[in-house]
């Protein structure tokens, strides 16, 4: 019972990540004043917060080790580029133009929409 609740949490924290992830970078793109607001900056943190420990708790249920489970390896190194990408994406200061910024965003959003792809097939290399 409790597994299953864990788990539409987890889902549904991912779920308003990504969509949080999404509008406050076209916010940051086009430099809209509620990026300057403190509960924008909190936000993500609680959601990404919650959504690590539901996914750590269901680990523990699961006794999915990520030594033991290629997919849950997988997903914590890719859970790693996507945030790095995402780092990028926001503070990215480098070239003239927004350009790097949404490369950033965009290999963002595809590593989250591999990591999805992994935890639904529960395979690693999902596409071969």
Not at 15 to 39: E, G, P, Q
Not at 99 to 111: G, N
Request: aromatic share 14%; hydrophobic share 60%; glycine share 6%.
């Amino acid at each position: 019972m409790y597994y299953v609740l864990i788990k539409e949490a987890h889902i549904t924290f991912a779920t308003l990540s990504i969509l949080l992830f999404v509008a406050r970078f076209l916010c940051s793109v086009n430099r809209a004043a509620i990026m300057k607001r403190r509960w924008i900056r909190v936000l993500p943190h609680v959601i990404d917060t919650l959504l690590l420990t539901c996914g750590i708790t269901l680990m523990g249920m699961l006794a999915a080790w990520p030594q033991r489970t290629p997919w849950l390896a997988a997903k914590l190194i890719a859970l790693c580029f996507y945030i790095g990408f995402g780092i990028l994406a926001f503070r990215w200061r480098g070239a003239p133009g927004a350009w790097p910024r949404w490369l950033f965003a965009l290999l963002a959003v595809a590593t989250f929409g591999y990591i999805v792809t992994v935890a639904v097939t529960k395979n690693p290399f999902p596409l071969a």
